[in-house]
């Protein structure tokens, strides 16, 4: 959706416009998984341009996701994830090839744009029951207040 070759980049382009593309600050994209589907850290470690630099949280379907353009993180984002690390969460950490195309994923076209970005990725809760939903959002806030602390925001 974010390479402008997409049928969808008008609705993405609006998007980042909303977001305040143009001030460079970060993006916090928030995303809610399927308990049953393949995205974790056992299936996400496999991908050639993904490091796991953390599992703290033994919920392998929450992680902070953080995209960078070096190979390896630098030393302000190791500081960073070392942070989470002590708050016993997941890290997961992309890196964007700024010579290659990429996928049309937000993560890739912040990281082109220079503009910092996070993810916080959790498991939906179950539509419906109450326990569910509130564990789900209880994680997600969880790992969006590290995110703040961290950020001072």
């Not at 997961?92 to 503009?115: C, F, H, M, W």
């Not at 179950?126 to 995110?147: C, F, M, P, V």
């Amino acid at each position: 959706m974010f390479n402008e070759d997409n049928p969808y980049w008008p609705v993405a382009k609006r998007l980042l416009e909303l977001c305040g593309e143009s001030s460079k600050e970060m993006i916090i994209a928030l995303h809610n998984n399927s308990k049953s589907g393949n995205f974790h850290l056992g299936n996400i470690q496999t991908w050639s341009n993904i490091s796991v630099l953390s599992r703290k949280d033994p919920d392998t379907r929450s992680m902070i996701w953080i995209s960078g353009d070096t190979p390896k993180p630098d030393q302000t984002l190791s500081a960073e994830i070392e942070f989470y690390k002590d708050l016993d969460l997941n890290v997961v950490y992309e890196y964007v090839p700024q010579n290659q195309r990429g996928d049309g994923s937000l993560s890739v076209y912040a990281t082109k744009k220079g503009i910092p970005y996070r993810n916080i990725e959790v498991v939906a809760g179950t539509r419906g029951n109450q326990k569910s939903e509130l564990k789900s959002r209880e994680k997600q806030t969880k790992y969006l207040d590290a995110i703040g602390s961290y950020h001072s925001f």
